[in-house]
């Protein structure tokens, strides 16, 4: 067989990745039954082989010719596994060993760094230690030819054979120390091809072992008077025994002579032999925990060519211009645009874009949006007082900058936004809590004069809806197990039971909008299916009927006519998203849509008359996009990018995978790989460092698409996945139901599912893993970190609770009509088995299990996930003495809005992953972030490092 034809076949798992999923799913399983296969040629003891296990058998040329994996990998490994201090520990590493594994990686080239290690590394290397000059030569030619062939430069089979003849001559001199000798050997064992030869790294190694062998008992030898008195001694008791025994021909033990002359001399000589023989076994262990490391630091082949550095502020500063929306009457264009690191409204005339105007003049937090009203150039925004939710109105007018207040401004008030009718053009409704801070009131409000008049006074319903005419139709009530009611009036003007939702039905069921007469409800109902279908449901008569369905997620946000309202097309998200059309009227204009090549698209705001749509479209490797769509002439017009600086930049692909959970479910996540490191689809070219990241709510999920974290840390050098655990929303009640009660369980270990499948598939270093989350997602963090303490080299917490007793306990009072839903999903307090259930599923509570680095942020003024949630953490991990870094934001609340606290928390999180996982960072300083108010108020880096 020529080289060529080695490099193939040899090829790990025979760049078919089915069989190392194979392989690893033995593994698994055998490690959780604690079932392995014998086979004395690995392994003598009663646990078995775990190569033997892997193959189902005993035929060592299976491993090769099955699984294109070398016989001296799989005699290295099983010697791991040998020598490890416990069967179980053995087992552990083999298996990390194993997944660390790429598939398709050149094990001949892996074969020639593993020797590499041996003969010139600089933690384990030969030539470093050597005392012969001559001999330390030798050891470098050979590297010479293992470094040659690395590098793809051929060596011929005369350069091999020369190289042994060299080295075994140099064995043959005379005069070598015993430590000398045993490196000649190990140099002669280690000048083979490794395409040719099949024990090169085992018999390499045990000639190294050797090595380091004799180099320790040469360190453990008495020397000078010492050794010379007891040389002496044991000539004397010998020659003491040898008279005594005459000619009698008696086999003389000078030991035990030694013991029964001299008993302390003898005490002090076995003392010296037992810790001989101690150090030798412990170094046994030593030396093949070593080979260990080296084998799996080997098998990652070498990952190169990492594109530039996107600077952070190209993905994390504000950008340019945002969130254009057009007026209904079509005379404006508004958009958010940055002045001085605040985002301000800025509006111009439609058909004079040139012409913008900046309308607010916020100089701290920013505006984060804002709606166009009927009232010609009249816009409504929202702002909260530094994070802390309760949101105050205002009004401004585009043609004279005029803004004004249209709310209650005392401290603790929130006001909404319930509706905009183009009937009742001057007003709109609002919610305002200000009478009872759990349930808010609803308001007519006058635009123009901001006069307010109370429409309905709350008695503790969840919310209400109103009509076109801004007629209150219905109002919703949450019910004390979990579940939801729609009521109506009846004739008298009374609220009564309309549509009644089960618990189960409430998390994806609900009214989405009236039609124009105020005849019909359009309803997404799931009661006697799973998957939530768009209806529509006569008010008079009941009738229901079903518009749309589908089999594998519920019906997501739905086009409407302008005019009567009726539903046009509907939008599904499973895996991507995809609209589909359910009157003709629209498909010429989705179909143009799809054509234009702009990404995955979605409509945004539009004109009154519905000639001009506002287009959102974006991709995975394309940020954001806004166009003005003229439906009369079929014209798509560009009227911003969001992030121009990142046009050209090295953007990463995103791949979407349903992953099983260990139930069975289906877990929809994505998969970003660093440009450059893919190797066909969900492979890499070798296991990455991987950065799981966990998104909040739960009720939430991510999706496919850009995405700015994905893309910062993937350039970063890192996998990223996201992963939609159970309780995640839009696929069907089965999937949010299975949530309840299984926060810090089964919800964690849907995500343990989704990284070790990322492992056993050669996308992520099990050595490298880091998890990171906000809200929710904080939460799982620290769970991951106290349930699987050794999985996580680190762990970054956004805004996480840590104890979910003291979470509900101080849930804000605009939550109150959810209580019963929050309830039924973590845990009752008002039960002894719920308040059970918060204990144990609190990771405060655990603190002590934590054993990774972790970072913790926090907002100052989040009136969701309590200060106090982030600083009982940290005291019980400076308790127990484990590494904790603390960031407070002293004017941020549940997330960091501000520009100069938002890129100062991202490089913060940048310099913590590179220093636990090894990736890329930007340099920085807290100077670069001038008005940030983060504060670092614990501090670990010594500990950490």
């Not at 033997?52 to 994996?69: I, K, N, S, V």
Request: net charge negative; hydrophobic share 40%; glycine share 8%.
């Amino acid at each position: 067989m020529n080289l060529a034809e080695i490099d193939v076949d040899m090829r790990s798992f025979r760049n078919d990745p089915s069989l190392k999923l194979q392989i690893m799913e033995r593994l698994r399983a055998a490690e959780a039954a604690g079932n392995w296969v014998a086979r004395s040629a690995c392994w003598t003891g009663e646990a078995g082989s775990l190569v033997g296990t892997a193959l189902r058998g005993e035929d060592l040329d299976a491993w090769e010719d099955d699984f294109g994996l070398p016989k001296w990998l799989a005699v290295a490994i099983d010697h791991v596994l040998i020598a490890a201090p416990s069967i179980e520990d053995g087992v552990r590493r083999g298996i990390e060993i194993m997944a660390a594994l790429p598939v398709g990686v050149d094990l001949q080239r892996a074969a020639s760094r593993i020797v590499l290690d041996f003969l010139d590394g600089k933690q384990f290397g030969a030539a470093a230690v050597v005392t012969d000059a001559r001999l330390r030569q030798v050891i470098h030619e050979v590297a010479a030819l293992h470094q040659q062939r690395l590098k793809g430069d051929a060596v011929a089979p005369a350069q091999w054979r020369q190289a042994r003849r060299n080295t075994t001559a140099f064995a043959e001199t005379t005069g070598l120390t015993e430590y000398d000798a045993e490196v000649a050997l190990c140099v002669e064992a280690a000048a083979w091809d490794p395409a040719t030869s099949r024990t090169l790294v085992t018999d390499t190694f045990h000639r190294w072992a050797m090595a380091m062998m004799a180099a320790m008992k040469a360190r453990n030898e008495w020397k000078g008077p010492d050794r010379d008195r007891m040389q002496a001694l044991l000539s004397q008791v010998y020659g003491e025994a040898k008279a005594e025994a005459g000619d009698s021909g008696a086999r003389i033990d000078v030991f035990a002579e030694l013991r029964r002359r001299h008993p302390d001399e003898w005490s002090i000589l076995k003392s010296h032999i037992d810790l001989d023989h101690a150090q030798t076994r412990e170094r046994t262990i030593e030396s093949w925990l070593e080979l260990g490391n080296i084998l799996e630091s080997a098998v990652r082949e070498p990952c190169e060519g990492a594109p530039p550095l996107i600077p952070r502020a190209h993905l994390f500063a504000n950008p340019a211009r945002a969130g254009i929306a057009i007026s209904p009457d079509g005379q404006w264009l508004a958009w958010l645009s940055n002045a001085s690191g605040v985002m301000n409204i800025w509006a111009a005339p439609a058909h004079a874009p040139g012409d913008a105007r900046q309308l607010t003049f916020d100089r701290h937090r920013g505006l984060q949006g804002f709606s166009w009203t009927y009232v010609p150039g009249l816009l409504l925004y929202s702002q909260d007082r530094d994070g802390d939710e309760n949101w105050r109105l205002f009004g401004v007018d585009a043609s004279n900058g005029i803004a004004r207040e249209l709310s209650p401004s005392a401290p603790g008030v929130r006001t909404s936004i319930q509706g905009i009718s183009r009937v009742r053009r001057d007003e709109a409704l609002v919610t305002i809590n200000q009478r009872d801070p759990r349930y808010p009131d609803l308001y007519l409000l006058d635009l123009k004069s901001g006069a307010l008049t109370l429409l309905e006074q709350n008695p503790g319903f969840s919310g209400y809806m109103a009509d076109e005419e801004f007629s209150v139709r219905l109002a919703g009530r949450s019910m004390p197990d979990g579940g939801s009611e729609l009521l109506c009036r009846n004739a008298d003007g009374e609220w009564e039971e309309w549509i009644s939702l089960s618990p189960d039905d409430a998390r994806n069921s609900g009214p989405t909008h009236f039609s124009a007469d105020g005849k019909t409800l359009y309803f997404r109902d799931s009661r006697g299916c799973d998957k939530a279908a768009l209806t529509a449901i006569n008010i008079e008569s009941g009738h229901l009927t079903v518009l749309a369905t589908d089999a594998k997620a519920d019906i997501g946000d739905v086009l409407s006519d302008r005019v009567d309202y009726r539903p046009l097309a509907y939008g599904v998200l499973y895996d991507r998203y995809r609209l589909h059309v359910i009157d003709e009227s629209i498909r010429a204009d989705i179909d143009y849509l799809d054509a234009q090549d702009i990404g995955e698209w979605h409509r945004g705001s539009r004109t009154e008359d519905d000639m001009f749509w506002v287009i959102n479209a974006s991709s995975d490797i394309r940020p954001n996009a806004a166009y003005l769509y003229d439906r009369s002439n079929r014209a798509l017009t560009k009227l911003l990018d969001l992030r121009p600086e990142l046009a050209g930049a090295p953007l990463a692909r995103m791949q979407s995978a349903v992953i099983p959970a260990r139930d069975g479910l289906e877990l929809v996540s994505y998969v970003t790989l660093p440009v450059g490191q893919e190797e066909g689809e969900l492979q890499s070219r070798c296991p990455l460092p991987l950065v799981l990241i966990v998104h909040g709510g739960p009720w939430a999920r991510d999706s496919f698409g850009y995405n700015t974290m994905h893309q910062w840390l993937a350039n970063r050098g890192y996998a990223v996945m996201s992963v939609n655990f159970r309780g995640s929303t839009g696929f069907g009640k089965s999937f949010a139901v299975a949530a309840d009660g299984e926060w810090g369980r089964k919800m964690d270990e849907d995500l343990e599912d989704a990284v070790q499948w990322a492992i056993d598939r050669g996308l992520a270093d099990p050595a490298r893993l880091a998890i990171f989350g906000g809200s929710y997602g904080g939460y799982a963090v620290l769970s991951a970190l106290t349930r699987y303490p050794e999985r996580y080299a680190c762990g970054i917490d956004v805004v996480g609770p840590s104890n979910l007793e003291t979470l509900l306990a101080s849930i804000p009072p605009y939550w109150e009509a959810a209580r019963a839903a929050q309830y039924r999903a973590i845990g009752n307090p008002e039960t002894e088995a719920g308040r059970a259930l918060l204990h144990d599923r609190s990771p405060l509570h655990r603190a002590a299990s934590v054993r990774s680095p972790l970072l913790i942020a926090q907002g100052a003024n989040d009136p969701r996930v309590k200060q106090a949630e982030a600083e009982q953490m940290v005291a019980a991990l400076k308790r127990n003495d484990i590494p904790v870094t603390y960031a407070l934001y002293s004017d941020e609340g549940h997330g960091f809005i501000r520009e100069a606290n938002r890129m100062s928390f991202n490089a913060l999180c940048e310099s913590f992953l590179a220093r636990h996982l090894g990736g890329r960072e930007e340099p920085w300083s807290p100077e670069d972030f001038p008005g940030t108010s983060l504060k670092i108020v614990e501090d670990d880096e010594r500990r950490a490092a």
